[in-house]
């Protein structure tokens, strides 16, 4: 099993990473998401878990990328930390999952559970529809981002 973590916080790395790799998950660790996002059709990754807090917008790239790839078809993104945006979009999508940060053992269990669910089949309309949808969350938290 291999697991890539997208984050600028090393302890948050090590914390999650550590327990991983005694259960024998390989983990590598990026920091530049538009590198992962080139590398993840060769690496394909388990999972992929990137803390929302460092890349409040690319995540939605990288589910985007992970849930409409078929070169990507067994793998999962975990968002970690507070909920995505757009829930009700999000549930549409069969490769997403979200995590908080609350404590080491409940990252690492969700982080195993969410890389061990198989993929749903879901309907080409639904998978049509939850792609109109996450790009719409995408362009509202990018137009959101800007004024801010």
Not at 83 to 93: A, G, I, N, R, T
Not at 122 to 129: D, E, F, H, I, V
Request: charged share 25%; proline share 6%; aromatic share 4%.
């Amino acid at each position: 099993m291999l697991a890539v973590i997208l984050s600028e916080d090393e302890n948050l790395f090590q914390i999650v990473a550590q327990p991983l790799e005694e259960r024998g998950v390989s983990v590598l660790r990026y920091r530049d998401p538009v590198k992962l996002a080139d590398n993840l059709p060769e690496i394909r990754p388990d999972f992929v878990a990137v803390r929302g807090a460092d890349y409040p917008l690319h995540w939605m790239t990288l589910l985007a990328q992970i849930e409409f790839s078929s070169s990507l078809a067994s793998s999962r993104l975990v968002l970690l930390g507070k909920s995505p945006p757009d829930e009700s979009v999000l549930k549409q999508l069969s490769r997403f999952s979200c995590i908080k940060e609350t404590g080491v053992s409940s990252l690492v269990e969700g982080l195993l559970q969410g890389a061990a669910k198989h993929p749903g089949q879901g309907l080409p309309s639904t998978k049509a529809k939850a792609k109109k949808g996450l790009m719409a969350a995408a362009e509202r938290a990018a137009s959101s981002g800007k004024s801010g």
